[in-house]
């Protein structure tokens, strides 16, 4: 069974610092997707990183996907009080008829006090 | 920008009734997934559809559940007769293809009070 598991679960920072945010599998993933979820709303597609030691930056996130496939962090600079929300990282299972489903970690879910 | 939507945001319903949940795919997508979320929980898969038949479903995703895309737009959810263990988000999903590159895009999600 694939499992995503993010770590930490929940985090409060302040303003101005910076962050890291973990997903991590004993399973091997073709690729893996991180969406930044609101109180009340759907997940919002932020990356997909799909080779392995591959990293993307989207202004102050930086995305990194572990060599090995299995692994994948979120790293923040300078965070900001609109950076709060819950963090999900989200894996595609393929089945037989080559169809995909998402696995999904449980979040880390991050607070920026001003 | 295109996007996924979701009719009604909010559904109260009680026990034993049934719930038509719906959906409006990004045009030009052609695979279309329903998700729920109970409080707390991971987001899970439910259903997943293409070419007007489903391609792969859950073990939650029993006879109760069924899926439809009436027409070239909508795309819905029905839970026959809900139970309490209903309550949920639900996320209605599409992409264009399967591969990386071709990402599942989220609707704003149902949320679904079975009292």
């Known amino acids: 069974t694939q499992l995503l598991e993010q770590s930490p679960q929940f985090l409060s920072i302040q303003e101005g610092e910076n962050l890291t945010v973990y997903c991590n599998s004993s399973s091997v993933f073709s690729s893996l997707q991180w969406y930044r979820q609101e109180p009340g709303e759907g997940p919002v597609l932020l990356v997909t990183v799909v080779t392995g030691g591959e990293v993307k930056k989207l202004k102050r996130l930086t995305f990194q996907f572990g060599d090995a496939r299995k692994d994948s962090s979120l790293h923040i600079t300078a965070a900001q009080p609109g950076d709060t929300g819950l963090y999900l990282c989200a894996g595609p299972k393929f089945n037989a008829g080559n169809n995909r489903k998402l696995i999904w970690g449980l979040g880390t879910s991050l607070a920026v006090n001003p | 920008e295109p996007e996924v939507t979701q009719t009604p945001s909010h559904q109260v319903t009680q026990m034993g009734q049934e719930v038509i949940l719906r959906c409006v795919p990004i045009?030009?997508?052609?695979?279309f997934y329903w998700y729920r979320q109970i409080l707390g929980q991971k987001v899970e898969f439910l259903v997943s559809?293409?070419?007007?038949?489903?391609?792969?479903k859950s073990e939650i995703f029993d006879d109760q559940f069924s899926v439809e895309r009436p027409d070239g737009s909508n795309f819905t959810l029905k839970i026959r007769s809900t139970k309490l263990e209903d309550s949920a988000m639900y996320f209605c999903a599409s992409s264009e293809g399967i591969l990386a590159g071709y990402e599942q895009y989220f609707g704003p999600g149902t949320r679904l009070t079975v009292t």
């Open positions: 559809f293409y070419n007007n038949e489903i391609s792969e």
């Open positions: 045009s030009n997508h052609l695979y």
